[in-house]
């Protein structure tokens, strides 16, 4: 049975142009490089590849100086410009000269002696060019900004007529010749737009629009600065970097001495934990949050809150004090109320204003998908996000983390491949990701096979391959993509994961365990690892190793089925249902459409002995079961009605299993008990002398007040008379059958 599906978001009923789109996406790639976010930057660069090629337009071809046929030095003599190249008064200059302001010629310059001339020109009277005919610096940053298209405010409530239009000088239009002049609102605000100011829903005051602009000028003032801690940052040196911007003040310097401090808290705890599982391996805050937290509330009034990037950062601590250990006893049941997780919700709606104010920061979208703890808070918070297509490849990628994929996901990503084509890699892995999530591992094989021809060296979800092809037990397959990537990284944490894959395969499950302890020293977080790890620990009989290992990837993610199934499993083993119902239970909330979930919790029920419990649970399995798959899960739900005496349920589940069985090529042995069973049950029920000693109890299903078909009865056993191990009890019901039908007679 397929999942419930959150409601699909819409996009703006005006999409941009690609021109505006491949714009803010080159943008995005830009700031997400300079913010050291290489994860979003590979994720809007793969986007911008993916964008049709814009058309190449006509440039106009170079047109020589004019000849000067005044007698002056021969042509061996180095022209005035050369020497200029060697002065340090002259910054730059350009192939094509730029008319000044007054209209004059744009080759006439003052003399050397003039006021403003340059003077020292080589030769006589060699004239020098002179600077005061270009346009100022800020200027090309005053032609981009200023303007109310760049705000969230504007485009969200704008219609597609009411675009305004940004004038451009002759200088931008060099910088950016592929922006269209009747540039479309884009669904967000672009990420170089460092002067744009709300639109009219969402209008700055006057006050804060001037801090704004204040704030953001102290950016040009320190980017030497920033550029040296950058080096810094990009060479691990995470504290120097810190260091170098202490007394910076700007927006982007903020950001990259409070990230460096965030890794370096990070780092620290990593190089604390120690051995992995031992004594120290805990979840701990990180070590420098309170300071950046207390740094970030003495800042200016509304500065936090007008840069996405901070306010990402702000969400990353927030999240960093959540307590997601669970209780080391028992766990909780599934109707009591949740346990408190401290500043979830303060950091999903930071994040949510973060990606309001820059859309393409895909590591801000990740995080957001983290946040949600069902379908119910994915509906509530659909509303409040950007009307941009990062929102559909959020809302697939979200499906999949709260375990609701669907067919309906494959038209959200059609959707996104009119725009961004078939071959983008990032639509292609999305939709590999929904047909593995809905068990349909051909077509996810076959899109990985199209992903691995395209893009070879891409290594993002090789894990889940390797997945595929464990389930699927194809190992030759699964050894040549181990040994292929192997040559490839084996330092990441997939190839990691890859290779502990293909030994479990092997049932070499010591080396599955060393693969999966490196995959998890280069990344604690890895969820699949730990999960993976526990199940090796399960298959060496270590409970102890497989509890810790299940526990540490419910920290990592509390939305993981396979974990709390994996420890309702390990304490069943230890003969410990009563906890494994707990555990049990957790798995089936997350994956209410699985029809194992439902099984192993009815297992579970069934030796405590609650058998209405174990009814129930069988029910919603059968409810979830493929078609053909249920005749077991009938047959045991009519065994538990039998054991409970009521035996006109019992025989409608073993007509159901019979009829299943029948068609899904069930084994000669289960089938022989059922028509025993039945026709017992026909027996039983026959009007007689003997109908009190036989009577089955029950009543209200079927024809159990017309008295048993006894012609059923002889159908059942003279097809139970034809198998070897139950033909001696077969033919002694004929006999009582006989008896039975004369004294109708």
Known sequence: MAAQLPPRPTLLASPPSLSTLRTALRSATRDCLDRNLPHAAKFAGQLLAALPAPTPRARSPVQPPPRDDRPGPSRSTPHPADHDLASPHVHFRTSTPVKPADGSSAGAHPASGAPGGGGGGNGAGAPRPSLSGLLPLGSFRSARGGSARDSLGSVLSMGPASSPVVERSTAFDRLDD???????????P??????????????WPDANHAARQEWLARDDDEQDLYTLALAHLRSHELQRTAHVLRNCAGPKARWLRSYAKYLAGEKRLQEEAGELLGVKDRPQPNPFTQELLEDMASWEPGFLESDGWLLYLQALLLLSLMPTAPAPT???PLDAPPPALDYRLAALETLVNSVRLEPYNWSAWLKIADCLDGPEELEATLPFLPQCYPLLLFYVHATLEIHAAGDALHDCLDELEAVFGADCSV???LRALVYYHIREFDDATALFATLRKSDPYRLDDIDVLSNILYVSDKRPELAALAQEYTRLDRTRPEVCCLIGNYFSLRRDHEKAILYFRRALKLDRGYLSAWTLMGHEYVEMKNTNAAIASYRRAVDVNRKDYRAWYGLGQTYELLGEPFYAVSYYQRAAALRPYDARMWSALASCYEKLKRIPDAIRAHQRALLSSEPGDGSDLALRIGKLYSATGQGAHAAAYHRRALAEGVRGGMGAN???????????????????????????GGGGIGEEDKGGDLGKAEEYLRVVEGTQEYRDEAKALLKDLEVLMLSRE
Do not use: Q
């Open 178 to 188: 592929d922006l269209d002049e009747d540039m479309h609102p884009v669904a967000g």
């Open 190 to 203: 672009s990420s170089s737009s460092r002067d744009a100011a709300p639109g009219p829903a969402e209008a």
């Open 330 to 332: 028992a766990a909780r």
């Open 427 to 429: 639509i292609t892995g």
């Open 670 to 696: 289960e089938l022989g008990r059922v028509y025993l069973w039945l026709a017992k049950w026909e027996m039983r029920r026959a009007p007689g002398p003997a109908a009190a000693g036989r009577g089955g």
